[in-house]
């Protein structure tokens, strides 16, 4: 069978039917997913009004060794519950193919589910009309748009509300739908420079505004999506970034101009949530003065910034949330007409909130010194900052999945496991504090590795409670601290002189603490205590250690066991 399309003229009653043809397909493809968010959104809304209307008092809850949950649990409810929990869990493992990661599996499976069931109205009606095949991928394209925007917006992500996650969480579907809408667009390019092409026109028509404005559009998010290419986000974030931000901000006018038939609401639209989230962002930053000093022995960076009192509870709120933090003008050394300073407007750096003080209104937060410009800087701050000298920064947040957490120092769970590496633990052990505040008799366990003595002195220094003095932490030095290839060896502080000489006991163990975790046996410890116990796993650190930790604990998931898990990441 041939190639069904062919290009023919239309007169103006089949060209008007073609537009109303183009603009129902393109609000069905809107709406098939602006609907069932906005569904479960509504219906996440009911149900907290109806637990702030009636609060459950006095809940029943079974003991882990109760027969009453071994019954339930063999049960056909039961059953199907443990199903679909592996199921979900499945869907959430990471596809490894010729040693690169390409991303969870939902993302795969639904991603091309959602690409089909575009492509589907992209064709469906079209009938032989070549035109009307290439001007619905183009207008199907964008009336994903607003959607698109929607799932990349930081504070105000209706997406995020919806499904009880956070930015973070839902910029990963901003991903797959980003290369959806190209693959639709770059489709409709090609289409129409075919088109061009058999009728004998591409150098009359590619210099016209029209045209040329949709071929710098292909270009632009060419340009976008190879950036976004983990070897080149490896190499420069900045780059991938910056890019990334600059053609989303000229595609929506430039894509405004070129389509000037039909589909300019969806890019007014995606322009307007763009536009009201940054201005949400503006509004809500804060310059607040910080002091930095270097940790010593170690290449962290601690940064204590003073708050206002009216703005310090939104940071005291949730445990484990996190800011962004950029250089204001005011701080900049380098010229203003210098890249480097035009750099500072691009540079918005997400660090986990370690510690708020009520009294003080001091925020701490803990940064590793990377060869990046705003670690570099903040490290030369520090340096310099040694007389105490005070630095403006820039606070925006606080952002984090942690507002939707369940209660993890309640009977939602018997047991939880907390996993760090590095400064990780400016995530997690907020959370341990909070747990253990709320419920002293919480059967919570934390593994933290850090790579020195040093790298744990962060919430020592300045606090009555020492990591060390509990029985529930298990800290793991993983580098080798003994041996020492540079010219200068450099100097502990009293607290990494203490982390490195005694264990949770107050007596030196070496052999115990200078090793790496044993996640399996840390796991499948936790996990033989009881059947029937609902654990949750939260793990904050490098990839290597969360995917490791993942496939331990998938392990008793394939088993059957209740678990809640979190993996808190800056991958993007």
């Known amino acids: 069978m041939g190639w069904p399309y062919q290009i023919f003229a239309?007169?103006?009653?089949?060209?008007?039917?073609?537009?109303?043809?183009?603009?129902?397909?393109?609000?069905?493809?809107?709406?098939?997913?602006?609907?069932?968010?906005?569904?479960?959104?509504?219906?996440?809304?009911?149900?907290?009004?109806?637990?702030?209307?009636?609060?459950?008092?006095?809940?029943?809850?079974?003991?882990?060794?109760?027969?009453?949950?071994?019954?339930?649990?063999?049960?056909?409810?039961?059953?199907?519950?443990?199903?679909?929990?592996?199921?979900?869990?499945?869907?959430?493992?990471?596809?490894?193919?010729?040693?690169?990661?390409?991303?969870?599996?939902?993302?795969?499976?639904?991603?091309?589910?959602?690409?089909?069931?575009?492509?589907?109205?992209?064709?469906?009606?079209?009938?032989?009309?070549?035109?009307?095949?290439?001007?619905?991928?183009?207008?199907?394209?964008?009336?994903?748009?607003?959607?698109?925007?929607?799932?990349?917006?930081?504070?105000?992500?209706?997406?995020?509300?919806?499904?009880?996650?956070?930015?973070?969480?839902?910029?990963?579907?901003?991903?797959?739908?980003?290369?959806?809408v190209y693959v639709l667009l770059l489709t409709h390019a090609c289409l129409y420079l075919n088109f061009y092409i058999q009728e004998g026109i591409l150098g009359e028509r590619i210099v016209r505004l029209i045209p040329a404005l949709g071929i710098a559009s292909i270009i632009g998010m060419s340009l976008m999506n190879a950036t976004a290419l983990r070897v080149i986000r490896d190499y420069s974030y900045r780059v991938f970034f910056i890019t990334h931000l600059t053609v989303a901000m000229l595609l929506p006018p430039?894509?405004?101009?070129?389509?000037?038939?039909?589909?300019?609401?969806?890019?007014?639209?995606?322009?307007?949530?763009?536009?009201?989230?940054?201005?949400?962002?503006?509004?809500?930053?804060?310059?607040?003065?910080?002091?930095?000093?270097?940790?010593?022995?170690?290449?962290?960076?601690?940064?204590?910034?003073?708050?206002?009192?009216?703005?310090?509870?939104?940071?005291?709120?949730?445990?484990?949330?996190?800011?962004?933090?950029?250089?204001?003008?005011?701080?900049?050394?380098?010229?203003?007409?210098?890249?480097?300073?035009?750099?500072?407007?691009?540079?918005?750096?997400?660090?986990?909130?370690?510690?708020?003080?009520?009294?003080?209104?001091?925020?701490?937060?803990?940064?590793?010194r990377h060869k990046g410009p705003m670690t570099t800087t903040l490290g030369q701050f520090a340096e310099d900052g040694l007389d105490g000298a005070k630095i403006p920064l820039s606070i925006e947040g606080p952002y984090g999945c942690a507002t939707w957490f369940?209660?993890?120092?309640?009977?939602?769970?018997?047991?939880?496991?907390?996993?760090?590496?590095?400064?990780?633990?400016?995530?997690?052990?907020?959370?341990?504090?909070?747990?253990?505040?709320?419920?002293?008799?919480?059967?919570?366990?934390?593994?933290?590795?850090?790579?020195?003595?040093?790298?744990?002195?962060?919430p020592v220094t300045g606090t009555a409670d020492s990591v060390l003095n509990d029985e529930n932490i298990q800290l793991f030095l993983t580098g080798n601290i003994l041996e020492n290839t540079s010219s200068e060896v450099p100097r502990l502080s009293d607290e990494s002189e203490a982390i490195e000489l005694t264990n949770d006991n107050g007596h030196t163990d070496l052999g115990q603490m200078h090793k790496r975790p044993d996640l399996r046996k840390i796991v499948d410890d936790l996990f033989r205590q009881g059947v029937e116990e609902r654990v949750a796993v939260l793990v904050c650190g490098p990839e290597e250690m969360a995917r490791e930790l993942r496939s331990y604990v998938g392990v008793w998931v394939k088993k059957g066991r209740n678990v809640w898990w979190h993996n808190e990441s800056f991958a993007w």
């Open 254 to 368: 430039a894509i405004f101009f070129h389509s000037h038939h039909g589909g300019r609401q969806y890019v007014v639209e995606a322009l307007l949530f763009f536009l009201i989230d940054l201005a949400k962002r503006k509004f809500d930053t804060i310059i607040a003065p910080a002091t930095l000093e270097l940790i010593p022995g170690t290449s962290l960076i601690k940064i204590v910034a003073g708050l206002p009192s009216h703005k310090i509870s939104r940071f005291r709120k949730y445990a484990g949330m996190h800011v962004y933090l950029s250089i204001p003008a005011a701080a900049r050394r380098s010229s203003v007409v210098s890249a480097a300073y035009l750099l500072f407007e691009f540079a918005f750096n997400p660090f986990t909130i370690a510690s708020v003080d009520e009294e003080t209104g001091d925020l701490t937060l803990v940064a590793r």
């Open 10 to 180: 239309l007169d103006a009653a089949q060209k008007q039917a073609r537009r109303q043809s183009l603009d129902r397909h393109a609000a069905y493809a809107q709406l098939s997913a602006l609907i069932p968010i906005a569904l479960v959104g509504l219906y996440r809304l009911g149900v907290w009004l109806v637990r702030r209307a009636a609060p459950l008092r006095g809940a029943y809850s079974a003991v882990p060794a109760s027969p009453a949950l071994k019954q339930r649990r063999r049960s056909v409810t039961g059953t199907g519950i443990g199903i679909l929990r592996r199921i979900a869990w499945w869907l959430g493992d990471d596809v490894t193919f010729l040693g690169t990661n390409w991303g969870r599996r939902d993302q795969m499976i639904f991603g091309a589910g959602w690409t089909l069931w575009l492509v589907f109205l992209c064709v469906v009606g079209t009938g032989n009309d070549y035109l009307h095949l290439t001007k619905r991928f183009g207008i199907v394209a964008l009336s994903q748009f607003p959607l698109q925007y929607l799932l990349a917006l930081k504070s105000l992500n209706p997406v995020a509300f919806a499904f009880g996650s956070s930015h973070e969480q839902v910029n990963r579907w901003h991903r797959v739908l980003g290369w959806i």
């Open 406 to 458: 369940p209660n993890l120092a309640g009977s939602d769970f018997d047991r939880v496991l907390l996993v760090a590496g590095g400064v990780g633990a400016t995530f997690i052990l907020p959370l341990y504090r909070l747990i253990t505040t709320e419920n002293p008799a919480a059967r919570v366990q934390m593994v933290w590795a850090v790579r020195g003595p040093g790298d744990a002195t962060w």
